[in-house]
């Protein structure tokens, strides 16, 4: 029987906010994993580009589903955090040591003369299986320097302080972080791999509960400094890769798959989603200044951050393969938004201004991969990956 519908129920325009952002931005990010898996069959096209245009569709810019929240804004700063923990965990220091991250420091001090920005370069190069090749190496050397080296940055110049405090806080931080890679690399530690692989397959997961404790605990421990919380995720993911890195092997790859599974199956898609519900589309294109500025933001973040990445590009390089490094180098936004966050609170940055840098670095996160992974196809190496075994073969 057919039921007549209750002309008291809410509609999703009325629906409660809170009920709206529970059931519709985990719905949001299993859409945009399907959007990318069937788009992918014809263009490859990065997951974030889905999860931040759906995020502008049900926000207050476009369909207004999916309030901007305090609630929302702080799962999405986790989101961000644990990002900016996994760049820090998957850099591997034995494998871009000497040409790559020489070259790599180079050109971030170049482009540390002009500004400082950086992408979300790690999901996008294991999606693409380029994480192990020699350009997947050289990218990681980039967001090795440029990651870091923005966050010391702001810690340094937009903490409030007076440089000379900030750096001696920084210094500070940096002691602490030091010693705690010191103790994860001295080795005596079976108790702890022993109580590791005993919970691997238990409730008690004790592995993924203390990389979280360890994330937790030097976010605020940068936030209680005056630091920005990104330089403590980051330092996270360098601390835990050491410290499980003397785990047996088999287990090492299981953490790392549980750690994929924690951030890009549930956290950082909500920042992503959330970055597209919070932008002020609205103020974008009724701003002629902030339109204008748009473009111009975008050609210098090629200028600025993809040329001086290009100098870390491998030995015997095409031209299509510095072409695409400086695309890859050139794509920036969880830093973008963290800068903006804090010159707009300091008001430092116009909100029409704010509005077109992330707003670049949408487009840059949207249009620059695309292009870069097109231009690999083209490259030195004829496009051949190595075999991952952590790559499951997917049919069709």
Same mark, same amino acid.
Not at 20 to 42: D, F, H, K, Q
Not at 297 to 308: A, H, Q, T
Not at 337 to 343: D, E, K, N, R
């Given at each position: 029987?057919?039921?007549?519908?209750?002309? #008291?129920?809410?509609?999703?325009?009325?629906?409660?906010?809170?009920?709206?952002?529970?059931?519709?931005?985990?719905?949001?990010?299993?859409?945009? %994993?399907?959007?990318?898996?069937?788009?992918?069959?014809?263009?490859?096209?990065?997951?974030?580009?889905?999860?931040?245009?759906?995020?502008?569709?049900?926000?207050?810019?476009?369909?207004?589903?999916?309030?901007?929240?305090?609630?929302?804004?702080?799962?999405? #700063?986790?989101?961000?955090?644990?990002?900016?923990?996994?760049?820090?965990?998957?850099?591997?220091?034995?494998?871009?040591?000497?040409?790559?991250?020489?070259?790599?420091?180079?050109?971030?001090?170049?482009?540390?003369?002009?500004?400082?920005?950086?992408?979300?370069?790690?999901?996008?190069?294991?999606?693409?299986?380029?994480?192990?090749?020699?350009? @997947?190496? =050289?990218?990681?050397?980039?967001?090795?320097?440029?990651?870091?080296?923005?966050?010391?940055?702001?810690?340094?110049?937009?903490?409030?302080?007076?440089?000379?405090?900030?750096?001696?806080?920084?210094?500070?931080?940096?002691?602490?972080?030091?010693?705690?890679?010191?103790?994860?690399?001295?080795?005596?530690?079976?108790?702890?791999?022993?109580?590791?692989?005993?919970?691997?397959?238990?409730?008690? #997961?004790?592995?993924?509960?203390?990389?979280?404790?360890?994330?937790?605990?030097?976010?605020?421990?940068?936030?209680?400094?005056?630091?920005?919380?990104?330089?403590?995720?980051?330092? %996270?993911?360098?601390?835990?890769?050491?410290?499980?890195?003397?785990?047996?092997?088999?287990?090492?790859?299981?953490?790392?798959?549980?750690?994929?599974?924690?951030?890009?199956?549930?956290?950082?898609?909500?920042?992503?989603?959330?970055?597209?519900?919070?932008?002020?589309?609205?103020?974008?294109?009724?701003?002629?200044?902030?339109?204008?500025?748009?473009?111009?933001?975008?050609?210098?973040?090629?200028?600025?951050?993809?040329?001086? @990445?290009?100098? =870390?590009?491998?030995?015997?390089?095409?031209?299509?393969?510095?072409?695409?490094?400086?695309?890859?180098?050139?794509?920036?936004?969880?830093?973008?938004? %963290?800068?903006?966050?804090?010159?707009?609170?300091?008001?430092?940055?116009?909100?029409?201004?704010?509005?077109?840098?992330?707003?670049? @670095?949408?487009?840059?996160?949207?249009?620059?991969?695309?292009?870069?992974?097109?231009?690999?196809?083209?490259?030195?190496?004829?496009?051949?990956?190595?075999?991952?075994?952590?790559?499951?073969?997917?049919?069709?």
């Amino acid at each position: 029987m057919n039921c007549p519908a209750d002309p #008291q129920a809410p509609s999703i325009g009325t629906m409660d906010p809170k009920v709206a952002t529970i059931v519709l931005v985990p719905l949001l990010a299993v859409v945009a %994993a399907l959007l990318a898996s069937l788009v992918g069959r014809v263009a490859k096209i990065p997951l974030v580009v889905f999860e931040i245009v759906l995020g502008i569709l049900v926000g207050p810019s476009v369909l207004g589903w999916v309030p901007a929240s305090d609630a929302l804004h702080a799962v999405g #700063q986790f989101g961000l955090a644990f990002l900016f923990f996994m760049a820090g965990n998957e850099i591997d220091f034995h494998a871009i040591r000497g040409r790559p991250l020489r070259r790599a420091s180079l050109g971030w001090l170049i482009s540390l003369a002009a500004g400082v920005l950086i992408g979300v370069l790690m999901p996008m190069l294991r999606d693409a299986g380029e994480l192990r090749t020699p350009f @997947g190496l =050289a990218v990681t050397a980039v967001g090795a320097v440029g990651e870091f080296g923005p966050l010391l940055a702001i810690s340094l110049f937009l903490s409030g302080r007076k440089p000379l405090s900030a750096a001696i806080v920084l210094i500070a931080f940096a002691v602490i972080a030091a010693a705690a890679v010191w103790f994860a690399a001295r080795g005596g530690h079976e108790r702890f791999h022993a109580l590791v692989r005993a919970t691997l397959h238990t409730s008690g #997961q004790f592995a993924i509960r203390f990389v979280v404790l360890v994330v937790a605990a030097l976010v605020g421990l940068s936030l209680a400094l005056g630091l920005d919380m990104l330089l403590g995720a980051f330092a %996270a993911g360098v601390i835990c890769r050491v410290l499980l890195s003397g785990a047996k092997e088999s287990d090492a790859r299981l953490i790392e798959t549980k750690l994929e599974a924690v951030a890009f199956g549930v956290l950082v898609p909500v920042f992503f989603i959330e970055t597209g519900i919070t932008f002020d589309l609205h103020t974008l294109l009724t701003d002629p200044h902030a339109l204008l500025l748009l473009p111009i933001l975008l050609i210098l973040l090629l200028i600025v951050r993809g040329l001086p @990445g290009s100098f =870390a590009a491998p030995a015997g390089s095409t031209f299509a393969d510095r072409a695409s490094l400086t695309l890859f180098s050139a794509t920036g936004l969880p830093i973008i938004v %963290a800068v903006t966050s804090i010159g707009v609170a300091a008001h430092d940055l116009s909100s029409g201004t704010a509005t077109a840098l992330v707003g670049a @670095g949408m487009l840059s996160v949207l249009i620059f991969p695309v292009v870069a992974l097109t231009l690999r196809r083209r490259s030195a190496d004829g496009g051949l990956r190595p075999p991952d075994p952590d790559r499951v073969p997917v049919e069709g």
